[in-house]
């Protein structure tokens, strides 16, 4: 972080310093200004962006929402998101075009949020994804830029003519270009909070104590409390990695021996998939909660994916062939997807920024490359939660199902809008959508 951190954007930000760590403080009362200029008496905080992906698509017949408010009742796939109906938007019925002509799964994701035409024949050409256009833009005012973070590994091979990197990433840097995933837990929280990403032996928090201890003299009560809260944060999420790395690594196969016959690393991708997309949470929301970055996407697992849920007693099959058939436990994985956003939607509605919490201040949404496991992406499941710093009303059901131009890259421009980023194109799409 080092020279960006001296450079006069920053110089109105609190934060607390160790030696090789520089932590920065979520929004308290005491420190009223987030960017370099004052807005009246506290300056608002930003809108911050956040995608989550999972693959395959969901229960044909439990994907669903009706109603509005607080009488809006959810399908059984979504009922994790009920306490946060009145913040949500259910829309229902945008594609995309250039989707539809590979009719597999790498084709179906890899222009997920581009909307741009997919090279086939094994070459890898796909277009820039909208967080990284914000990025180039909108992440110039924090120190990371964007996080981008994986519970799945990649996947190199090719597929039926196309590259299966189209499944495993999200989130492109330019049309040859996906950007890096991070999958470790340990190294996206060493880049929230370290100078230099790699791993080290010192707590974080431990490197910052006497700082925290003479910024608590010079606050509120109030914030006083809140840093507190932060602090503990950052020491759980900081354990629950610790304890994970000492687990070894598993993901997405079933190991050939009862234990390894190599030592385990000291630092690795957790056993349980349920811990490694809890952490991998914890962190997006910290990011967010310090202003670390305002742009992250979330990929709980790639599309044709290969992971398995031991933690849901789901261990006979892959998640890629549990989606081909509506059973009852591909619904019980379903609903574990979608636990995870409604984990982070409540961590981030009981964090006050303001007259607003964090959601109020988020774009959180939740996509995945087709509707059914069946390879249906005529139309795209998509969740909208948080209020775009005030600018979003949720409790709302939008369909535009059978109406002209319903291509998912207007949702896109809606949500660069919001963060003041105008284009006037993107991928297929001309104009935002006008209800968002």
């Not at 995933?181 to 490197?207: C, H, I, M, T």
């Not at 759980?236 to 190991?255: D, F």
């Not at 609903?335 to 964090?351: C, N, P, S, T, V």
């Not at 069946?374 to 499941?381: G, I, R, V």
Request: charged letters at 25%; aromatic letters at 8%.
């Amino acid at each position: 972080m080092g020279t960006v951190m001296n450079t006069h954007r920053f110089t109105r930000r609190a934060f607390l310093r160790g030696v090789g760590v520089t932590m920065a403080l979520p929004w308290m009362e005491s420190y009223r200004v987030w960017g370099d200029e004052p807005r009246g008496k506290s300056s608002e905080a930003p809108v911050r962006l956040a995608v989550m992906f999972s693959g395959n698509g969901f229960h044909s017949r439990e994907w669903w929402a009706k109603g509005e408010g607080k009488a809006m009742e959810l399908g059984k796939v979504l009922a994790p998101l009920m306490p946060h109906r009145e913040k949500m938007l259910f829309i229902r019925g945008l594609f995309n075009a250039e989707a539809l002509k590979g009719n597999i799964h790498s084709s179906m994701t890899g222009n997920m949020l581009s909307g741009a035409p997919l090279a086939s024949g094994g070459e890898i050409r796909s277009g820039t994804s909208v967080d990284q256009l914000l990025a180039q833009k909108y992440g110039r005012e924090t120190k990371v830029p964007s996080l981008v973070l994986g519970c799945e590994q990649s996947n190199p091979s090719v597929h039926k003519n196309y590259s299966m990197l189209y499944s495993s990433h999200i989130s492109w840097s330019s049309p040859t270009t996906p950007t890096p995933l991070e999958l470790y837990p340990a190294l996206a929280f060493d880049r929230l909070f370290k100078d230099e990403v790699q791993r080290g032996d010192k707590s974080v928090l431990d490197a910052v104590l006497a700082d925290a201890k003479d910024v608590r003299g010079h606050i509120s009560t109030r914030d006083q409390q809140k840093l507190d809260e932060y602090l503990d944060s950052v020491r759980e999420v900081e354990t629950r990695i610790e304890n994970a790395g000492k687990r070894g690594e598993l993901q997405g196969w079933r190991p050939t021996l009862a234990k390894p016959n190599i030592p385990r690393p000291a630092d690795g991708i957790p056993q349980d998939i349920g811990e490694h997309m809890r952490l991998m949470s914890d962190i997006l929301v910290l990011a967010f909660q310090t202003d670390t970055t305002r742009l992250c996407t979330l990929k709980l697992n790639n599309d044709h994916s290969s992971l398995r849920f031991p933690n849901l007693g789901v261990d006979y099959m892959i998640h890629h062939l549990l989606s081909h058939s509506d059973t009852a436990d591909w619904l019980k994985v379903n609903a574990f997807f979608l636990q995870q956003l409604a984990y982070i939607a409540a961590k981030m509605d009981a964090i006050q920024e303001g007259e607003r919490t964090l959601l109020d201040n988020t774009m959180l949404l939740y996509t995945s490359s087709m509707l059914t496991g069946n390879h249906d992406a005529s139309q795209l499941p998509v969740v909208l939660l948080g209020g775009g710093g005030g600018k979003i009303k949720g409790g709302r059901i939008l369909d535009y199902k059978g109406k002209p131009n319903r291509q998912m890259c207007r949702l896109y421009l809606s949500l660069m809008d919001k963060m003041g980023v105008r284009p006037g194109t993107f991928g297929d799409a001309k104009e935002p959508l006008a209800e968002i």
